[in-house]
């Protein structure tokens, strides 16, 4: 069955380090892949979306992705985090059908 | 112009009764979703229309929910009989193209709670 798995519920991060938010896919191909963010009480956001271009992947705000096909994972990351990026992370991939993972939570310490 | 719309933002209705929620893709978008998302879930996909075509409607949970796109751009999904598990955030999404790399706008949703 396609899936895509978040395997953090909450991540918690101090403002200036490192962001990782990870997700990991199942398929015997390769699906299109997105990131979206949802600030509260506002719309799905793209960060950005894989299209077989490239595997390192940048988006909006200073967020990339890399996908790795050996690992069938396309985890987001962040050199250093900003109290603005606190928010709900849907990792999403695309089959004939777009499945949504669960979402990561991130809170950013000040 | 604008973004993907919804309307109404929230609605309370009491169980047993019917809802018509709005969506207004982005003009000129050929490709609309719907989605519910439950508290603290991601969205799942409930159905999809190309224009006015409903391609996709294996994500609706019974058959209370009813989706339709008449002209190809409005649409509205209807729940009858509103059940309290009917609760969640229902998302609309369009994209300007059926290629699978393209990006879905998503509105703001509009929040159904059902007593």
């Known amino acids: 069955a396609q899936s895509v798995t978040q395997l953090d519920s909450h991540v918690s991060v101090s403002e200036g380090t490192p962001v990782l938010l990870r997700c990991n896919y199942s398929?015997?191909?390769?699906?299109?892949l997105f990131w979206y963010v949802q600030h509260p009480n506002k719309g799905l956001q793209l960060l950005l979306k894989?299209?077989?271009?490239?595997?390192l992947v940048k988006g909006i705000n200073g967020f990339e992705a890399e996908f790795k096909k050996s690992e069938t994972s396309f985890h987001l990351t962040k050199p250093s985090a900003h109290m603005s990026d606190a928010a709900e992370y849907f990792c999403?991939?695309?089959?004939?059908?777009?499945?949504f993972g669960p979402g990561t939570s991130l809170s950013v310490i000040p | 112009g604008a973004g993907v719309s919804q309307s109404p933002r929230y609605k309370v209705a009491k169980r047993g009764q019917d809802v018509a929620l709005r969506c207004d893709p982005i003009?000129?978008?050929?490709?609309l979703f719907w989605y519910q998302q439950a508290l603290g879930q991601g969205p799942e996909f409930l159905t999809y229309?190309?224009?006015?075509?409903?391609?996709?409607k294996s994500g609706l949970p019974s058959d209370r929910f009813f989706a339709e796109r008449p002209e190809g751009s409005v649409s509205t999904l209807k729940i009858q009989r509103t059940q309290q598990e009917d609760s969640a955030v229902y998302l609309c999404?369009?994209?300007?193209?059926?290629?699978?790399?393209?990006?879905?706008?998503f509105g703001p949703g509009t929040r159904l709670t059902v007593l």
């Open positions: 999404a369009s994209s300007s193209r059926l290629a699978e790399y393209n990006e879905q706008f």
């Open positions: 398929s015997s191909y390769s699906p299109s």
């Open positions: 894989y299209t077989s271009a490239a595997t």
């Open positions: 999403v991939v695309r089959y004939d059908k777009v499945i």
């Open positions: 003009s000129g978008h050929v490709s």
């Open positions: 229309f190309q224009n006015e075509a409903q391609l996709d």
